[in-house]
C-alpha cells in the first residue's frame, strides 16, 4: 500500500476543485461548500450529480490521522509506504526512489518529473457539465467495458480535457485558513504520533 499524505486544509481546498471538475460538487466557493457540510450530512443541498454524499464531508476526508489509524488496524504497517506531499514536492527523485525501494523495483535513474495533475477550471461550465455526466453514466461505461475499450478515453474524454485549463487557485481568507487549522490540528497531532514525523508545518 502506498499512501501520500498531504496538509489537510490544502488537501480538502484541492478536492474541492477537483470536484468541481467532476461536476460531484456545485458550490464554487469552498468556504460556502465547507459551511455546508452540517446541511448535506442531513441530506440537503447534494448535488444531483454527486454519486456519494459522504464524498462532500470534507472535514472527514482531511482527518488523516484517523484514516491512517483505521488502515493500519487492517494492514501490517511493514505493508505500508508512507509518502508526505512536501518531501515529494521538494525532492521528487528521491521519493521516487524511495519507493522503488519498497517495491523491490531496481532504480531506472530516472530525473525529469514534469508536473501533471495541476489545479484546473472547466473554460465552458454548461459544456463541461454534460460531457461529466456522459463519461459517468453507468450504461456508457458497461458498454465499453463490455467491447474491451480502453477506460478514460475517447472521444468525450478528449473533449472534456480541452474543455479545462491550468488556473492557480485563488488564497482562502485568513480567518478561514484560521478555522480550518483549528479543525485539522488535533488530527494532525495523531498523524504525527502514528508516523513519529514532525508535522507542525501543517499548523500553520
Known amino acids: 500500500f502506498v499512501?501520500?499524505?498531504r496538509k489537510p486544509s490544502d488537501l480538502v481546498y484541492a478536492l474541492h476543485?477537483?470536484?468541481?471538475l467532476g461536476v460531484m460538487e456545485d458550490e464554487e466557493d469552498f468556504t460556502t461548500a465547507w459551511k455546508l457540510q452540517v446541511d448535506r450530512a442531513q441530506?440537503?443541498?447534494i448535488p444531483k450529480t454527486c454519486p456519494e454524499p459522504k464524498l462532500l464531508q470534507y472535514g472527514e476526508v482531511g482527518k488523516l490521522g484517523a484514516q491512517v489509524s483505521r488502515l493500519l488496524g487492517q494492514v501490517d504497517r511493514r505493508q505500508v509506504h508512507f509518502i508526505i506531499y512536501d518531501d515529494f514536492k521538494a525532492n521528487t527523485q528521491k521519493t521516487y526512489q524511495d519507493l522503488l525501494q519498497f517495491l523491490g523495483i531496481?532504480?531506472?535513474f530516472r530525473s525529469d518529473f514534469k508536473a501533471i495533475n495541476q489545479a484546473q477550471v472547466t473554460k465552458n461550465k454548461s459544456l463541461g457539465k454534460v460531457i461529466s455526466v456522459l463519461t459517468q453514466n453507468k450504461f456508457i461505461y458497461r458498454i465499453k467495458r463490455t467491447l474491451g475499450l480502453t477506460m478514460g478515453e475517447?472521444?468525450?474524454v478528449k473533449l472534456l480535457h480541452k474543455n479545462r485549463m491550468v488556473q492557480k487557485r485563488v488564497a482562502?481568507?485568513?480567518d478561514f485558513k484560521a478555522e480550518l487549522k483549528a479543525y485539522f490540528k488535533s488530527d494532525i497531532k495523531d498523524l504525527?504520533?502514528?508516523l513519529k514525523r514532525d508535522l507542525s508545518h501543517w499548523y500553520d
Open 3 to 5: 499512501v501520500m499524505l
Open 106 to 108: 531496481p532504480d531506472d
Open 154 to 156: 475517447g472521444p468525450l
Open 192 to 194: 504525527e504520533a502514528i
Open 172 to 174: 482562502l481568507s485568513d
Open 43 to 45: 441530506g440537503r443541498n
Open 17 to 20: 476543485a477537483t470536484y468541481l
